[in-house]
């Protein structure tokens, strides 16, 4: 109870066994918005290892973060109700603390054990979070399976050996390359044992009939009876395996691949992104059969698509030199895709998002070149000096690669100091036009040939180290040191008669700027001295500004030498079925047709005849198999026709009809049941999301074939009933045009006095937010809620969450960032709107202070769609993963004093 309360404050006491949460204050005037909080706590700690180091701090994963100890316990804010790392630092040589010991926290405990043991869990379950958070499970959760691995004796003897020799093995802040290659070690093997583990545990041999599943996924969501109409979940969702298999989550890179959707796509001229595939089934099969490659890496990609053999999974041995999309051939080819930051070069078609539209809806293996070179990985064929034409492409391909990120993020760095000196001003502003990008790249590598002679030196080496990497850009910054600088420098007293190197020449042209004034300006900043490390022409080299940009670029340097060369991503659409129309039918004495709609499905091309997909209908309550029609599928696979034509069978039916499609060796069950019957009943709206205006199909049972025998309502949620307009009927489907202001509700259909079951029905708004961490440190945490109920809450850190789909009335409506969490005390964070947004405003889409407890709040307008296609998106995307923001240890901490 509050013990005070002036109108404007309240201060209570904290229950007893309370733990971290949210909390909000509800009163006869409503209730107010809820808020997180986070608990002190007195943790105990022990230590079970003989001749232990003493502890000196307890805390987060860098020193910074802990809390020195005070006797055997340390004060610890707790960041949630979920198990979490706790970490011990330990003195090192240099009187410093350094990462030691840790532990598993388990939620609601307040004593911790460190032992090897413990360590040996809590740095395993650390490695493999990504993995463990898809299955669902929580770190103690995963440790406890960890721990019964028949291999987890042997990993935590060497765990044991590698921190006696060296207790700050696993440290952080400064890495020790062994820690990975153990963690590595055992990563797969751990990660099968725990799939094993928590296969057993949640699947009986009754519950899981692998013949009755597509080979992607086991089907999700509920079936249809007779009885009853549920939400089913049927988007058509790709298997997706990446070699290596961290792939997208480890420190040293992170690139990742995901389907597209529809909503994603929308504004993307002249992608072949769900060709062909009927506007009202964008809903129900939400990915577009394209996929998008996601570069968080500073270098540039290259990627050559192989259809692959849906029977075997293996790459036709015919189809190796013949890909269906080739690798990259020149430093401005449109193809690659960007890094994310580092560069003022970056145009639509260099964007650090790659679309690929070459393979839609079909199974087929991605190479993705680097110009990195630690390791080759996946199926796809590749050779760093193999003589075949498919590996001379590649291996030129990473040359060319490695060519443009060092003119990215060396050579035009550089010359972003030399025209600002000058006060001209080379920005991402001085490149109107993608062909000016263009003209700035052909320059820099025709009047520039050190910068292909010295990437050729490294090019065919298996393994390149960090200094090799760091001495070709040293030996490129002295090209343009000699070429372009010097030249000008003992040219000074010979003013205004500077002699231009090739390139500045080059480059002045591709910038219109007048060779004379860019002299004027360049000579007397030189002669003033107004240019750091430029101001006097025995300035050496080393000691130039010049220096200083290959020093900082330090995250690329290190990106080429830990990047593999090739990494592969393997997409699997496989046979899936995600709906059919119609779901019921009547037993009048006529013949049925169907469409399924789902992947997989299109005709196989064989050498002496084609190969259809055979559907089966088979009679739940008798087990007799219907006659099929088969009558026509597109081309895509996505949508197949066919006809249950011998009326005596479907009047004779019981039902409810279970649909299988079997196709190239592999069987799909559709997660929906057709009814049979008489009775008035709706079994679906197609689509579901609509506008005024706009016509939407119901399908169902008992429906009159006059049209005014059908009385059509949309109820909105507050009760408001409007009447449709029909506009065609059968007994089994009624076409309706949406009346206006439906809003969200749900539709009915009365025939003869007699009202149908409920079917929802959506707003015309569709609205898709994304939001996540997009510092370099991917440790921040964030909740989201929209109109004050929240959408998103998680206590593990995203790099992008979404994008969430959400249905809302044209108006504005209140979205609020909430942080949870930021260990390092600058909360980088993004969020973006698409979709039916017409207009947002508030505070900044991107920042680095949203620190605990703080919100960021937004509103958003949602407004009309074009009757009868995709939603559009809009410009509020804002392209929030072009630049990982800083989280160095020198940058200022955002949220001291929250």
């Given at each position: 109870m509050p013990s005070v309360n002036n109108g404007s404050e309240i201060v209570v006491e904290v229950p007893e066994g309370i733990a971290a949460g949210r909390y909000w204050v509800s009163n006869a005037q409503g209730s107010s918005n809820e808020m997180s909080y986070f608990l002190e706590q007195n943790i105990a700690y022990s230590v079970a290892v003989a001749g232990a180091s003493p502890i000196y701090s307890i805390g987060g994963i860098v020193p910074s973060h802990a809390t020195e100890v005070s006797g055997n316990t340390v004060q610890f804010k707790k960041l949630g109700n979920s198990a979490e790392v706790l970490y011990s630092f330990a003195l090192n040589g240099n009187g410093q603390p350094e990462m030691y010991l840790s532990a598993i926290l388990e939620a609601g405990v307040q004593e911790v054990e460190f032992s090897y043991r413990s360590t040996a869990l809590a740095n395993m379950a650390s490695h493999l979070i990504f993995f463990i958070e898809s299955k669902g499970m929580s770190l103690d959760e995963a440790a406890d399976i960890l721990a019964q691995s028949p291999e987890f004796a042997n990993y935590l003897q060497e765990v044991t050996e590698a921190l006696e020799a060296d207790k700050g093995f696993f440290s952080f802040a400064n890495a020790r390359p062994g820690s990975a290659e153990l963690l590595n070690k055992y990563s797969e093997h751990f990660k099968n044992y725990i799939d094993n583990a928590k296969s057993q545990s949640s699947l009986s041999a009754d519950q899981f009939n692998a013949a009755n599943y597509s080979r992607a996924h086991v089907l999700r969501g509920a079936t249809l009876n007779a009885a009853t109409t549920e939400a089913v979940d049927t988007d058509i969702e790709p298997s997706i395996v990446s070699y290596p298999e961290?792939?997208?989550?480890?420190?040293?890179?992170?690139?990742?691949?995901?389907?597209?959707?529809?909503?994603?796509?929308?504004?993307?001229?002249?992608?072949?992104?769900?060709?062909?595939?009927?506007?009202?089934?964008?809903?129900?099969?939400?990915?577009?059969?394209?996929?998008?490659l996601e570069n968080r890496s500073q270098l540039y990609l290259s990627y050559r698509v192989y259809e692959v053999d849906p029977a075997t999974g293996e790459i036709p041995a015919d189809a190796i030199s013949s890909p269906l999309a080739e690798h990259i051939d020149t430093p401005y080819h449109t193809a690659m895709a960007s890094p994310t930051s580092g560069t003022f070069l970056v145009f639509e078609f260099w964007s650090s998002d790659k679309l690929i539209d070459t393979c839609v809806y079909k199974d087929c293996?991605?190479?993705?070149?680097?110009?990195?070179?630690?390791?080759?990985?996946?199926?796809?064929p590749f050779n760093l000096t193999g003589t075949e034409s498919h590996n001379q492409i590649a291996q030129k391909a990473r040359r060319m690669l490695t060519i443009r990120t060092i003119i990215d993020n060396i050579i035009i760095r550089f010359y972003s100091i030399l025209f600002d000196a000058a006060g001209l001003g080379l920005d991402k502003g001085a490149l109107k036009k993608p062909e000016q990008a263009r003209a700035v790249i052909k320059a820099v590598y025709e009047y520039m040939p050190a910068l292909t002679s010295e990437v050729e030196k490294l090019a065919s080496k298996e393994k390149v180290t960090e200094q090799e990497w760091i001495d070709l850009s040293q030996a490129i910054g002295l090209e343009i040191y000699n070429k372009e600088i010097k030249p000008i420098m003992t040219d000074l007293s010979n003013f205004p008669n500077i002699k231009l190197g090739p390139t500045t020449t080059a480059l002045l042209k591709v910038f219109a700027y007048d060779q004379a004034d860019f002299i004027q300006a360049l000579g007397q900043k030189l002669a003033k001295k107004l240019i750091p490390g430029f101001g006097a022409v025995e300035t050496a080299y080393e000691a130039s500004q010049l220096a200083t940009a290959m020093v900082d670029m330090g995250k690329t340097i290190k990106d080429l030498a830990t990047v593999p060369s090739k990494l592969?991503?393997?997409?699997?659409?496989?046979?899936?079925?995600?709906?059919?129309?119609?779901?019921?039918?009547?037993?009048?004495?006529?013949?049925?047709?169907?469409?399924?709609?789902?992947?997989?499905?299109?005709?196989?091309?064989?050498?002496f005849s084609d190969e259809d997909p055979e559907v089966l209908v088979i009679d739940t309550a008798t087990n007799e198999r219907l006659d099929v029609t088969f009558l026509s599928v597109n081309k895509q696979g996505t949508e197949l026709e066919f006809m249950l034509a011998n009326v005596s069978q479907i009047d004779a039916a019981k039902g409810p009809l279970d649909v299988y499609v079997e196709h190239r060796d592999d069987k799909a069950k559709l997660p929906y049941q057709i009814l049979v019957g008489t009775d008035l009943m709706i079994s679906a709206i197609t689509p579901n999301r609509a506008k005024a205006g706009e016509q939407v199909t119901i399908s169902g049972i008992g429906f009159s074939e006059q049209l005014v025998g059908n009385i059509v309502r949309f109820v909105s949620e507050s009760g408001e009933v409007k009447r449709a307009s029909v506009t065609a009927a059968t007994t089994e489907s009624l076409t309706v045009t949406v009346p206006d202001s439906p809003g969200a509700g749900y539709v009915t259909v009365e025939v003869g006095g007699e009202v149908s079951n409920q079917l929802p029905f959506f707003g015309p708004g569709q609205v898709s937010i994304t939001f996540g961490d997009n510092g370099n440190f991917n440790d921040d945490v964030y909740k989201l809620a929209v109109n004050g109920r929240v959408i998103y809450e998680n206590g593990t850190p995203k790099r992008k969450v979404g994008p969430l789909a959400i249905a809302l009335d044209e108006g504005e409506h209140t979205v609020e960032l909430t942080g949870i969490r930021a260990d390092d005390g600058i909360g980088t964070y993004y969020i973006e709107f698409s979709g039916d947004v017409v207009n947002v405003s508030g505070d900044a889409q991107s920042g680095r202070d949203l620190c605990p407890e703080v919100v960021k709040t937004f509103t958003i307008t949602v407004g009309p769609t074009v009757a009868n296609s995709v939603p559009s998106q809009r410009s509020y995307v804002i392209d929030p993963m072009s630049i990982l923001q800083d989280e160095s240890s020198s940058a200022p901490s955002e949220c001291a004093g929250q």
């Open positions: 961290t792939n997208g989550t480890w420190n040293l890179f992170d690139m990742s691949m995901e389907a597209s959707t529809f909503l994603d796509n929308s504004v993307e001229l002249g992608n072949k992104c769900g060709e062909g595939v009927d506007p009202k089934w964008y809903e129900v099969l939400g990915y577009d059969g394209c996929v998008r293996a991605y190479q993705i070149l680097t110009p990195g070179v630690d390791g080759s990985f996946g199926p796809t592969d991503y393997v997409v699997s659409w496989g046979l899936q079925l995600a709906d059919i129309t119609p779901r019921s039918i009547q037993q009048n004495g006529q013949a049925k047709t169907f469409t399924l709609v789902g992947s997989g499905m299109a005709v196989q091309k064989g050498v």
